[in-house]
């Protein structure tokens, strides 16, 4: 069974950082497609970052330069680097693993960038 656990929100304030790691379990970082989403209140879920096996990367053009998404393929565990935060990155941060035809969710951590 694949499990994700996302962690790392919390209360920031605007212009600063955040790490958030997503632990898998059940299916290895490595051989997936590993992305993070966010969805903000009253918004649709939106991607910001994805990295495929071969560590290619592609980022929303609303995070490009402000987030890093990296992997640790001996920790099973993905990040994402969030600098230079803005009110408008305040959402619910989702970790998702897909290999085909499965796809998997975490619960997701909150990330509040207020003053």
């Known amino acids: 069974q694949v499990q994700l656990v996302e962690s790392g929100g919390g209360l920031v304030q605007p212009g600063g950082s955040l790490r958030l790691s997503c632990a898998a379990s059940?299916?290895?970082?490595?051989?997936?497609?590993m992305g993070w989403y966010r969805q903000a209140p009253g918004k649709e879920r939106e991607l910001v970052a994805r990295?495929?096996?071969?560590?290619?990367?592609n980022y929303a053009d609303s995070v490009k330069g402000r987030f890093t998404m990296s992997r640790d393929n001996a920790k099973n565990t993905v990040y994402l680097q969030m600098y230079s935060l803005k009110p408008e990155d305040t959402a619910v941060y989702y970790c998702?693993?897909?290999?085909?035809?499965?796809?998997?969710w975490g619960k997701g951590t909150l990330v509040t960038v207020s003053s």
């Open positions: 998702n693993l897909y290999v085909p035809n499965m796809d998997y």
């Open positions: 059940g299916s290895s970082v490595s051989n997936s497609l």
């Open positions: 990295m495929s096996s071969g560590f290619a990367t």
